[in-house]
T-cell receptor, first 116, second 116 residues
Framework: AQSVTQLGSHVSVSEGALVLLRCNYS??????LFWYVQYPNQGLQLLLK??????LVKGINGFEAEFKKSETSFHLTKPSAHMSDAAEYFC??????????????FGKGTHLIIQP | GAVVSQHPSRVICKSGTSVKIECRSL??????MFWYRQFPKKSLMLMAT?????????EQGVEKDKFLINHASLTLSTLTVTSAHPEDSSFYIC????????????FGPGTRLLVL
């Protein structure tokens, strides 16, 4: 069974500072990897995903993530935080063998707080 | 593109009644839809996978007789919470996978259910 670990239920950074949200997965075969953002009382919006190819993937709103197989990690970063980035961030995985037809396994989420 | 809607956005019902939640893919055909449940300050948990024209596949621990799922068309899946009880109060989120293939799931805005 797959599992996803997000270190830090809450991360606080100053506006303009680097954002780093950590995600590690546990899977015998590297899965499909996703980062989603959730604003209060809303659904999830896809930030970025890794399926194959280049291990550094760029997403929306200036976010990017790097897949590191040796570390089983897929950390999310943004060079300069903006107040509008304050939200809940979820890392999720999907079994590659299912070709994307399987449901997602989510991490517990990281609440990003931006200090003015 | 890739918009998923849910209706209603929130519902309050009395204990013992049934509630139906609709999930629609607005601009694509979704051969597979998924239903997730999110508890307060918790991650999303996959409840079931819904394939058009066939029976839903439920995750372990999810009562199929309590959470009825119907995927009658390529753009509509419904979740009916039967004989709802206060412990069923939660945020229910659906997602849809484009029938053209791919591994990305597009999420609806969620439905907040409160059972009194």
């Amino acid at each position: 069974a797959q599992s996803v670990t997000q270190l830090g239920s809450h991360v606080s950074v100053s506006e303009g500072a680097l954002v780093l949200l950590r995600c590690n997965y546990s899977s015998s075969v590297p899965p499909y990897l996703f980062w989603y953002v959730q604003y209060p009382n809303q659904g999830l919006q896809l930030l970025l995903k890794y399926t194959t190819g280049a291990t550094l993937v760029k997403g929306i709103n200036g976010f990017e993530a790097e897949f590191k197989k040796s570390e089983t990690s897929f950390h999310l970063t943004k060079p300069s935080a903006h107040m509008s980035d304050a939200a809940e961030y979820f890392c999720a995985v999907s079994d590659r063998s299912g070709g994307g037809a399987d449901g997602l396994t989510f991490g517990k989420g990281t609440h990003l707080i931006i200090q003015p | 593109g890739a918009v998923v809607s849910q209706h209603p956005s929130r519902v309050i019902c009395k204990s013992g009644t049934s509630v139906k939640i609709e999930c629609r893919s607005l601009d694509f055909q979704a051969t597979t839809m998924f239903w997730y449940r999110q508890f307060p300050k918790k991650s999303l948990m996959l409840m079931a996978t819904s394939n058009e024209g066939s029976k839903a596949t439920y995750e372990q621990g999810v009562e199929k007789d309590k959470f009825l799922i119907n995927h009658a068309s390529l753009t509509l899946s419904t979740l009916t919470v039967t004989s709802a009880h206060p412990e069923d109060s939660s945020f229910y989120i659906c997602s849809a996978r484009d029938g053209a293939g791919g591994e990305t799931q597009y999420f609806g805005p969620g439905t907040r259910l409160l059972v009194l």
